[in-house]
């Protein structure tokens, strides 16, 4: 079972800026792997905001670019989102996903965070 653990959400006034964390085990950390942030609101699809794979190409959703960085910490295990001039419609229930690959005995499949919420106020 592929351990994933988030954090780092809160309430925050619009313009002011937050950090997540998604944190798993050093052996996912070894596998290839593509590291993903969604975030979802009541009633609409969960959608995709923002990529990173293991050898750092990353991927925003067209209304983050510029706002947030996704990055990560190889020697944390952890990677993260960072989100700078929060708007009230960027609140939402964010959640971190590990994509793994088969390769090199890595378990394969998508494991996902237990979501972080993420409240923006004008």
């Known amino acids: 079972q592929v351990q994933v653990e988030e954090s780092g959400g809160g309430s925050v006034q619009a313009g002011e800026s937050l950090r997540l964390s998604c944190s798993t085990t050093?052996?996912?950390?070894?596998?290839?792997?593509?590291m993903s942030w969604y975030r979802e609101v009541p009633g609409k699809e969960r959608e995709f905001v923002a990529e990173?794979?293991?050898?750092?190409?990353?991927n925003y959703a067209d209304s983050e670019k510029g706002r947030f960085t996704i990055s990560q910490d190889i020697a944390k295990n952890t990677f993260y989102l960072q989100m700078n001039s929060l708007k009230p419609e960027d609140t939402a229930m964010y959640y971190c996903?590990?994509?793994?690959?088969?390769?090199?005995?890595?378990?394969?499949?998508?494991?996902w965070g237990q979501g972080t919420q993420v409240t923006v106020s004008s």
């Open positions: 996903k590990f994509g793994l690959s088969v390769l090199q005995n890595c378990p394969g499949g998508h494991y």
């Open positions: 050093s052996s996912v950390f070894d596998c290839r792997r593509r």
């Open positions: 990173i794979t293991k050898d750092n190409s990353t």
